[in-house]
């Protein structure tokens, strides 16, 4: 599976085509996440968050919110990259 979506990856890219790139970052932290890999799940979602917020795009991660919610839960603040230390 990561091989196919790898190379959806990149064809999103070629393309400039952000919606599937957004998509598919998402795909990545529902893998990682069910490996249990939080640290790569975090990484996915913080790359879907950067492409996805200054185009407005919500709907890709209200699709896999239980997804995301048990990340934040399972993870400490630290691990984010926009949190502060004193947050």
Known sequence: AE???D???????????????????????GMAMHVG???LAARELALA??????RGMVRPFLDIAGTIANLVN???????GFVLPEE
Do not use: C, Y
């Open 3 to 5: 091989v196919l979506i």
């Open 7 to 29: 190379q959806a990856m990149r064809e999103a890219q070629a393309q400039g085509r952000f919606g599937r790139q957004v998509e598919l970052h998402l795909v990545r932290v």
């Open 37 to 39: 890999n939080t640290r």
């Open 49 to 54: 968050v950067t492409l996805a917020a200054p």
């Open 74 to 80: 399972d993870t400490k603040a630290s691990a984010w």
